[in-house]
């Protein structure tokens, strides 16, 4: 079954060039619209107009970190229910744990597949 991601919006915050290039190419080729942003300052300025349907955060950022910046999403009541996926190149127990702290509701470690990016979208967004 092709994935029907049409009108969805993504939104990938991550300091790496790369990590946003990759996630913008797998991401446009279903069907998203994709914002991206380089750190949370950047990612709040955006979300408020994009009003993305999920975010993908990097955890390790300069300035605002990506707990920071889920858990001030995550209070702002108008992006309280926006799905928030943690991106980390550590996959520990301790990161998952303070993931869940701040509000993301999963956790994706990075290098991350194609499979990965996509079936955590699915998770989140009904089929349409």
Known sequence: ???NFE???IMVIDDSKTIRRTAETLL???????ITATDGFD???KIADSHPDIIFVDIMMPRLDGYQTCALIKNNSAF?????????SKD????KAKGRIVGSDQYLTKPFSKDEL??????????S
């Open 118 to 127: 996509l079936g955590t979208i699915r998770t989140y967004i009904p089929a």
């Open 28 to 34: 446009k080729k279903v069907g998203c619209t994709v």
């Open 7 to 9: 009108n969805l919006k």
């Open 92 to 95: 520990g127990l301790f990161d």
């Open 80 to 88: 309280k229910a926006t799905p928030v996926i943690m991106l980390s």
């Open 43 to 45: 990612a709040l300025a």
């Open 1 to 3: 079954m092709e994935d």
